[in-house]
């Protein structure tokens, strides 16, 4: 799992965080149903809470890049909410 934050946030910089520390972000993440997006939940799950998915993508690496990326052919969706 990687963890993106600004400059400035508290969780910028570090190099390990908990993933109880991220209880309160929000996330982008594999869709549901894709088996990485499943896991999330679950580890999320163990650790005492459901992640705030603000963001979905069909495959890894399309997330970041808008609707599709060059070269990447995924596409993302912010999710209603």
């Known amino acids: 799992m990687v963890v993106v934050a600004p400059f400035g946030q508290a969780l910028a910089g570090r190099r390990e965080v908990r ?30 809470f459901q992640p705030s998915v603000v963001l ?17 052919g995924g596409r993302s969706r912010p999710l209603a909410g």
């Open 19 to 48: 993933l109880a520390e991220l209880a309160d972000q929000p996330f982008v993440a594999l869709r549901r149903g894709h088996e990485l997006g499943e896991l999330l939940e679950e580890v999320c799950r163990g650790a005492g």
């Open 56 to 72: 979905e993508a069909d495959r890894a690496g399309a997330a970041g890049a808008g609707d599709t990326g060059p070269g990447r």
